[in-house]
Nanobody, 123 residues
Framework: VQLQASGGGLVQSGGSSRLSCTAS????????IGWFRQAPGKEREFVAA????????FYADSVKGRFTISRDNANNTVNLQMNSLKPEGTAVYYC?????????????????WGQGTLVTVSS
């Protein structure tokens, strides 16, 4: 069971980027997926989460209206579209999975984690 986060890089403030979380060894269809980020010297924080159904999503207040999480079950992937990026969004972004029908904003809820992908937003 492996998760891989990809799509990070250098983005200008106000720009957009899309992160992808791809699973290998299992299907993401029955899993709740969360995105978290950790900036240097700070704790890991919740960004967004989506249940297996994809029928709703949770967002952190700091990204609401700018980020969109979505599922692409055909490609066993969950995407995080990030628009209007801000320099404070610079962090390593992680995706996480939990075999569950419910969602959580808590990192400890999730069982599987990807390795993280760095997003740097320049001012």
């Amino acid at each position: 069971v492996q998760l891989q986060a990809s799509g990070g890089g250098l983005v200008q403030s106000g720009g957009s980027s899309r992160l992808s979380c791809t699973a290998s060894g299992f299907s993401l269809e029955s899993y709740a997926i969360g995105w978290f980020r950790q900036a240097p010297g700070k704790e890991r924080e919740f960004v967004a989460a989506i249940p297996w159904s994809g029928s709703y999503a949770f967002y952190a207040d700091s990204v609401k209206g700018r980020f969109t999480i979505s599922r692409d079950n055909a490609n066993n992937t969950v995407n995080l579209q990030m628009n209007s990026l801000k320099p404070e969004g610079t962090a390593v972004y992680y995706c996480a999975a939990k075999y569950s029908t419910v969602l959580s904003r808590t990192p400890g809820f999730y069982d599987y984690w990807g390795q993280g992908t760095l997003v740097t937003v320049s001012s």
